[in-house]
């Protein structure tokens, strides 16, 4: 049925309307979620309806050739790191590619100094966050935890897009940095131009140690959006964000009250009956 059913949507992938705008958090923490110490950065992207098996396959062999590249820098030859590509069919019809990059501890702080050392603050801003982020320190006696928070809008990407940023500053500087006309190291240019012909959006992007995994879901954020400019052919749409602002409040202040409730229930348990002793009689007494 699962054959049947990917066979159906590859054939109608490229006449589906834009879907809906969507996103999802999912957080779990517990044990064995990577086999050894260290971290794991997973990028997985959608590709175009048009993209074959052999455009996957191109685009391995140039993430690998930027990689080998980065490593002919001598602020990082000696970054420890194994990378992997995957491409997998998917039963909605649309193929998956992937780079997952796994590394020790050891690889962030030689690639924050390395960042320092070649100008690039912003990069090692990024990196320490990730650091501080993986090197959370847990009990490992702690049970498993799950949760996630799922979005949902009763609109295009494209809308949402626009209602967020109308004048279009925060899409020009993404057409800057990363956007077809973006000027790029050429070691990356190849890779970064057949990215963008193959590739319609980012599906997700995860944080893995041992003990935690963190994935956001950007479910439908196309490219095309996030590079476009402002236009009158977009279908205006007006968000009351104040129902997810409401929702989180209402959850941070669940969790606070919650931890207070427990915190009372063991201090301060008055549904028990103490033995009058030295450690709990008062002088007068």
Not at 48 to 76: C, N, W, Y
Not at 127 to 142: A, G, I, W
Not at 231 to 249: K, N, R, T
Request: with cysteine; aromatic share 6%.
């Amino acid at each position: 049925m699962t054959g049947v059913l990917e066979g159906y949507n590859t054939d109608n992938a490229a006449n589906a309307g834009p879907p809906k705008a969507n996103a999802s958090i999912s957080y779990k923490s517990g044990t064995g979620f990577l086999e050894k110490p260290g971290g794991s950065i997973n990028l997985v992207f959608k590709a175009k309806p048009t993209a074959s098996e052999v455009d996957l396959g191109k685009l391995t062999g140039r993430v690998k050739a930027v990689f080998m590249g980065i490593k002919q820098h001598d602020e990082l030859k000696d970054l420890k790191h194994i990378m992997k590509t995957t491409t997998t069919s998917h039963p909605d019809g649309i193929k998956r590619w992937g780079i997952e990059v796994m590394f020790p501890f050891k690889t962030l702080i030689q690639a924050n100094k390395a960042a320092k050392d070649m100008g690039k603050p912003e990069i090692a801003q990024g990196v320490t966050m990730v650091k501080e982020y993986l090197e959370k320190n847990k009990s490992p006696d702690s049970v498993p935890f799950s949760s996630t928070v799922q979005l949902d809008f009763e609109c295009t990407v494209a809308s949402l897009v626009q209602f967020l940023d109308p004048a279009g500053e925060y899409r020009s500087q993404a057409n800057a940095t990363a956007g077809p006309e973006a000027s790029v190291p050429k070691q990356v240019e190849r890779f970064h131009a057949e990215l963008l012909q193959h590739i319609d959006m980012v599906d997700s992007i995860t944080l893995k140690t041992q003990e935690r995994d963190l994935t956001i879901s950007l479910g439908n954020l196309r490219l095309a959006d996030f590079f476009s400019a402002p236009s009158e052919d977009v279908p205006a749409v007006s968000i009351d964000l104040h129902p997810l602002q409401e929702v989180m409040g209402g959850l941070g202040m669940g969790m606070v009250g919650g931890a207070v409730g427990m915190t009372d229930k063991i201090l301060y348990r008055n549904d028990i009956s103490v033995e009058k002793s030295v450690e709990n009689t008062t002088p007068a007494e």
